[in-house]
């Protein structure tokens, strides 16, 4: 989980032999056979795939800069933009980050787009939990089913 947010931000081809090392590791452990189907691995210990780890603490950031700033480094503080800071009409979107265009592949995966993209794309009953305990637990439900 050290720096999951920096490492896993990456091309999955380069995530390969972790995520494989992890599922063989998860096999071994539960005495399953090589075809069992990781998904179960991964349920039966309560934990998250490599991916699904970076999105799972990529979103947990989102949530401390959204709804406790104070917790985090100033340079934080005022990470995102919400949309309805930049207009006062009401939309759908009106609670989402506002998402900057990009024009390069290396700007897609820069952590401020990829992370209001993640967020925003989320059901809007996880955003507004202000709970960081309660948000941990229903993200990492979400996550292990989708």
Not at 2 to 16: G, Q, R, V
Not at 47 to 62: A, R
Request: glycine share 0%.
């Amino acid at each position: 989980m050290y720096s999951i947010e920096i490492y896993a931000n990456t091309c999955p081809t380069h995530l390969d032999r972790l995520v494989k090392l992890n599922n063989k590791l998860l096999r071994i452990l539960q005495n399953k056979p090589m075809k069992f189907l990781t998904d179960k691995l991964y349920l039966a210990y309560n934990t998250l795939t490599v991916p699904k780890l970076h999105t799972f603490q990529l979103l947990l950031f989102v949530h401390k800069v959204i709804h406790h700033p104070e917790k985090l480094p100033e340079a934080f503080q005022d990470y995102f933009k919400i949309n309805n800071t930049f207009h006062g009409h009401d939309t759908r979107s009106t609670n989402n980050i506002h998402i900057f265009r990009v024009n390069t592949s290396f700007e897609n995966r820069a952590l401020c787009y990829e992370t209001a993209c993640m967020w925003n794309d989320l059901p809007a009953k996880f955003k507004c939990l202000n709970s960081t305990s309660l948000f941990k637990r229903e993200i990492k439900m979400y996550l292990a089913h989708h």
